[in-house]
């Protein structure tokens, strides 16, 4: 299996406003199309939030539940915040919105290698963007969006 961009391990970085949500669902969804496909050694996957709001928290509880309802895997996460250094150690860093690409230029400032994505990128509406079940509470709507974005960027990385 040849791929397109990378000689090594593919390293993905997802991003949302605090890492107990979208990012981390991405993480675990990401993680079990990985593992789905036999590519997991080809992929380093991991999230991280643009805020400090709940760092150290675990997935939100009733994210959690939408992704059990679809069999996801669920880690011993822990949120945590985006460091400058990230640029340098993610080939793909992946936010979920605006507000999250706004942060994500203040913390790692210039995007010259092109890295920084929105996850819709990869589907078949690339400028809609995921909104945050924290606010609207659909948490079902999130998963799905979060899950279309993955199977995009997948295969968009696969070169299939």
């Not at 895997?73 to 460091?83: L, T």
Request: with cysteine; glycine share 6%.
């Amino acid at each position: 299996m040849q791929f397109r961009r990378y000689e090594m391990s593919i390293k993905v970085l997802f991003i949302c406003h605090g890492n107990i949500c979208r990012s981390v669902s991405a993480e675990y969804i990401f993680n079990k199309l990985i593992r789905d496909r036999k590519v997991e050694d080809v992929f380093t996957v991991d999230s991280a939030a643009t805020s400090t709001e709940e760092i150290g928290n675990p997935i939100y509880p009733p994210m959690e539940r939408a992704l059990r309802n679809h069999s996801i895997p669920i880690g011993d996460h822990r949120a945590r915040q985006v460091k400058r250094s990230d640029y340098e150690k993610y080939d793909l860093i992946i936010a979920m919105d605006e507000e999250n690409m706004y942060y994500l230029g203040r913390i790692l400032g210039e995007d010259t290698e092109g890295k920084v994505h929105y996850l819709m990128e990869y589907t078949d509406d690339p400028h809609a963007k995921i909104e945050d079940p924290w606010y609207t509470r659909d948490f079902e709507k999130a998963y799905q969006d979060i899950r279309r974005g993955c199977e995009g960027l997948l295969k968009e990385e696969l070169g299939k």
